[in-house]
T-cell receptor, first 111, second 114 residues
Framework: KQEVTQIPAALSVPEGENLVLNCSFTDSAIYNLQWFRQDPGKGLTSLLLIQSSQREQTSGRLNASLDKSSGRSTLYIAASQPGDSATYLCAAETGGFKTIFGAGTRLFVKA | DTAVSQTPKYLVTQMGNDKSIKCEQN?????MYWYKQDSKKFLKIMFS???????INETVPNRFSPKSPDKAHLNLHINSLELGDSAVYFC?????????????FGQGTRLTVV
């Protein structure tokens, strides 16, 4: 049974700092891994999708990597800004129309 | 132009009532989902539909009944609501369920059972 874990649960950093959010999954047989952002009281916004055959994806200041063999993904945020404050969720699609979410990392970027 | 829209956004109701949440996607996607986010913000899949066919029912009480009248809609009907049903329910869609395309989420419906 696939389990997805995110560390840390919460993170507070000063503006401008580079940071890494971690995601681990127990079953390496995934179709893809997706990172989402959730703002308080809002829905989820897709940030990056990494296919199982890919190693990383980049979008602006965000870079996500995937290492299936070790069951890990990281989301790297460069030059963090207060507007980056949100909860970041990773989700592993295990096929069969099933996606398992981590509990999220709450990020607070201080101005 | 909202890609995945849910209604209502907020729903407060008494125990024992029956309620429905509607979801529509205008992306032309084949697969739609319902997720439940509990008080600890943990998201868990409830149902997956592909081309109007139920694919996944994840140990959800049979008081929850999804209905997909067409590919663009997946509604969630809940009978005999209980306090523990209070949560935020998210609808989502993706082009396929095989992992090749990203999922898009609605804004969520906050259900409060009193």
């Amino acid at each position: 049974k696939q389990e997805v874990t995110q560390i840390p649960a919460a993170l507070s950093v000063p503006e401008g700092e580079n940071l890494v959010l971690n995601c681990s999954f127990t079953d390496s047989a995934i179709y893809n891994l997706q990172w989402f952002r959730q703002d308080p009281g809002k829905g989820l916004t897709s940030l990056l999708l990494i296919q199982s055959s890919q190693r990383e994806q980049t979008s602006g200041r965000l870079n996500a990597s995937l290492d299936k063999s070790s069951g890990r993904s990281t989301l790297y945020i460069a030059a963090s800004q207060p507007g980056d404050s949100a909860t970041y969720l990773c989700a592993a699609e295990t096929g069969g129309f099933k996606t398992i979410f981590g509990a999220g990392t709450r990020l607070f970027v201080k101005a | 132009d909202t890609a995945v829209s849910q209604t209502p956004k907020y729903l407060v109701t008494q125990m024992g009532n029956d309620k429905s949440i509607k979801c529509e996607q205008n992306l032309g996607h084949d697969t739609m989902y319902w997720y439940k986010q509990d008080s600890k913000k943990f998201l868990k899949i409830m149902f997956s539909y592909n081309n109007k066919e139920l694919i996944i029912n994840e140990t959800v009480p049979n008081r929850f009944s999804p209905k997909s009248p067409d590919k663009a809609h997946l509604n969630l009907h809940i009978n005999s609501l209980e306090l523990g049903d209070s949560a935020v329910y998210f609808c989502a869609s993706s082009q396929d369920g095989a992992g090749f395309t990203e999922a898009f989420f609605g804004q969520g419906t906050r259900l409060t059972v009193v």
